[in-house]
């Protein structure tokens, strides 16, 4: 499993949230298996959001997607994201 982390600001989390919601479409059309979504506790409007995918050249094409940028301006995120992806650990 191949996870891909996004932390970014938004100008309201809860229009933000709506339009995340709204966009399940994109998420499965591209692979994303399962996704999570974290607030800061000391910031309702910085968020940490995950998305699970079978692979990471699946990963580094949905970072790389023209409609998550367009929906990310579009859900007002603020500044630029910051994504990186990980794998699972194997065991010793």
Do not use: C
């Amino acid at each position: 499993m191949v996870r891909l982390f996004v932390r970014h600001a938004v100008a309201d989390y809860g229009a933000w949230r709506k339009g995340y919601d709204e966009n399940q479409a994109i998420r499965d059309e591209n692979g994303v298996k399962a996704d999570g979504i974290y607030v800061s506790v000391d910031d309702g409007n910085d968020l940490t959001v995950y998305h699970d995918f079978d692979s990471v050249e699946a990963a580094k094409a949905f970072a790389a997607h023209p409609d998550l940028k367009a929906a990310m301006d579009q859900l007002g995120v603020v500044g630029t994201p910051t994504i990186w992806i990980t794998s699972e650990g194997q065991g010793s």
